[in-house]
């Protein structure tokens, strides 16, 4: 149908003709900002580059523009209040390790009645490591003094001191004659805990091994795990 003309003469255009009217003056629109966009940046020679924003009343210079982005982050992120402990909990990363509940294999206790065999105390070169006060305990169950006794029954290894032995690889209170401990009462640790050591109780096998060696081994008073843990927590032989 065609348009009625208007009181000025005007007449309305089509459809087609409207839309290619709004096209046409929004192309208008920015070639003019386009313009005034590249009058306000200036010459080409100008390193300055501003960001250009049509809402805002003046205009930020782009990398400070990034600068002020960060900084209201930051102030942002430092005010968020701290996370549930639930929530806090639930993000933590799994721990890789296995979890292994299972009672060691001597958890029903093992027996030993020493014999005083001396069978412990002789055998391959080795160390009986001992402290200043199993030093005092044996000085004084050997009726001497400290200095006397460390010239006469130690040896340094490092920083420490170990009992002296026979080339053989006997103890130095070990008796040649009766083959009995000479300080039995005030014998170190790493004697009195024998044969409760890590080394021993490693496994089933090396249990084995060392009640072949040893007569008193696999006989005798039950010790129950407790028991055997003291003794084993208190040197690690």
């Given amino acids: 149908m065609m348009s009625m003309p208007s009181v000025m003469g005007w007449v309305e255009p089509d459809r087609n003709s409207n839309e290619s009217l ?28 501003f960001s250009v924003c049509p809402f805002a009343r003046h205009r930020t210079p ?18 968020q209040p701290p ?7 639930a993000k933590r990363p799994a721990d890789p390790r ?3 509940n299972s009672a060691p294999w001597y958890a029903d206790g093992l027996r030993f009645e020493c014999t005083q065999c001396g069978e412990c105390c002789s055998g391959e070169p080795g160390y009986v490591f001992v402290d200043e006060n199993e030093i005092e305990g044996l000085a004084k169950e050997m009726k001497l003094d400290r200095d006397a ?19 053989d690889g006997d103890c130095i ?7 009995r ?32 060696v040893c ?7 039950l010790y129950n795990f407790d028991e055997i843990e003291i003794r084993r927590k208190e040197k690690s032989v």
């Avoid at 929004?26 to 100008?46: D, I, L």
């Avoid at 996370?83 to 909990?89: F, Y």
């Avoid at 005030?186 to 080394?199: G, N, V």
């Avoid at 007569?215 to 008073?221: C, E, Q, S, V």
């Fill in 149 to 167: 006794f460390e010239l006469k029954f130690l040896r340094r290894v490092g920083n420490q001191f170990s009992l002296i032995e026979y080339p």
């Fill in 98 to 100: 296995p979890q292994t």
């Fill in 22 to 49: 709004c096209q046409a003056t929004h192309n208008r629109q920015r070639s003019r900002f386009a313009a005034r966009t590249k009058h306000r940046r200036g010459t080409e020679n100008n390193t300055r580059e």
């Fill in 173 to 179: 209170f070990l008796d040649p004659k009766s083959r």
């Fill in 62 to 79: 782009s990398h400070e523009l990034d600068e002020q982005a960060l900084l209201r982050l930051s102030f942002v992120f430092a005010f």
């Fill in 181 to 212: 401990c000479m300080v039995y009462k005030a014998r170190p640790i790493q004697c009195r805990t024998w044969p409760f050591w890590d080394s021993t109780l490693a496994g089933p096998s090396d249990w084995e091994e060392t009640c072949q």
């Fill in 215 to 221: 007569p008193g081994a696999g006989k005798g008073k």
């Fill in 83 to 89: 996370l549930p402990h639930s929530i806090a909990v």
